[in-house]
């Protein structure tokens, strides 16, 4: 099945610098989504990029979808990013997707 | 705001016992999921469903049942629990990766 792979696992940044987290997937996705999840909290999306560049306020998601990456840029940290960042892809769409997601990584911004 | 409630938020049952998990939204989704999370594993899917009466396996549905009796619930059944089922559980709904929507999570222990 479909593999998704996360780096770095975790990451400790201080407030105002930015963040670059990777994904790797192991097949053609058609659906790509970063998600966030607060300290033992539940999954909120945060976008959807199945290839180019989108934006969305301090976040950049590039992915390249031949060579089946994508990136999560967080710009000028702050201490409220702090928590666990998931990548999920997808392999078909309509109404019968299932998302497979990596292990995700774990976001600390110190003040 | 789109709405997924998951009960119990924390239950705690003995090996062997019955445990279901409790599953509903307000969005009028046709798609609903079952994943667990787990420390070095993050969110597997167990069971999903694309309409009322109709239940998918997931990659990991061994000792798990789901039901769907509606368009707004969606249940996850532990017939013989085991303590390797302890771990958290979310719930999730949507028509399409943009709208996929989380419940708060059930931490389930099985002792």
């Known amino acids: 099945g479909q593999q998704v792979q996360q780096s770095p696992s975790s990451l400790v940044l201080q407030e105002g610098e930015n963040a670059e987290l990777q994904c790797n997937f192991s097949?053609?996705?058609?659906?790509l989504q970063w998600f966030y999840q607060s300290p033992g909290g539940s999954l909120v999306s945060l976008l959807s990029?199945?290839?180019g560049t989108k934006h969305t306020g301090r976040l950049t998601s590039t992915t390249v979808t031949k060579e089946r990456r994508s990136s999560l840029h967080i710009s000028s940290s702050q201490t409220t990013d702090s928590g666990t960042y998931l990548c999920?892809?997808?392999?078909?769409?309509?109404?019968?997707?299932?998302?497979?997601f990596g292990k995700g990584t774990l976001l600390t911004v110190t003040p | 705001e789109a709405a997924v409630t998951q009960s119990p938020r924390n239950k705690v049952a003995v090996t062997g016992g019955k445990v279901t998990l409790s599953c509903n939204q307000t969005?009028?989704?046709?798609?609903m999921y079952w994943y667990r999370q787990d420390t070095g594993h993050g969110l597997r899917l167990i069971h999903y469903?694309?309409?009322?009466?109709?239940?998918e396996k997931g990659d990991i549905p061994d000792g798990y049942k789901a039901s769907r009796p509606s368009q707004e619930n969606f249940s996850l059944i532990l017939e013989l629990a085991t303590p390797s089922q302890t771990s958290v559980y979310f719930c999730?709904?949507?028509?399409?990766?943009?709208?996929?929507?989380f419940g708060s999570g059930t931490r389930l222990t099985v002792l």
């Open positions: 097949s053609t996705a058609t659906q």
């Open positions: 990029n199945p290839s």
């Open positions: 469903s694309y309409g009322a009466g109709s239940t």
């Open positions: 999920a892809i997808g392999g078909s769409g309509g109404s019968n997707y299932k998302l497979t």
């Open positions: 999730a709904s949507g028509e399409d990766p943009t709208t996929l929507y």
């Open positions: 969005n009028n989704h046709n798609n």
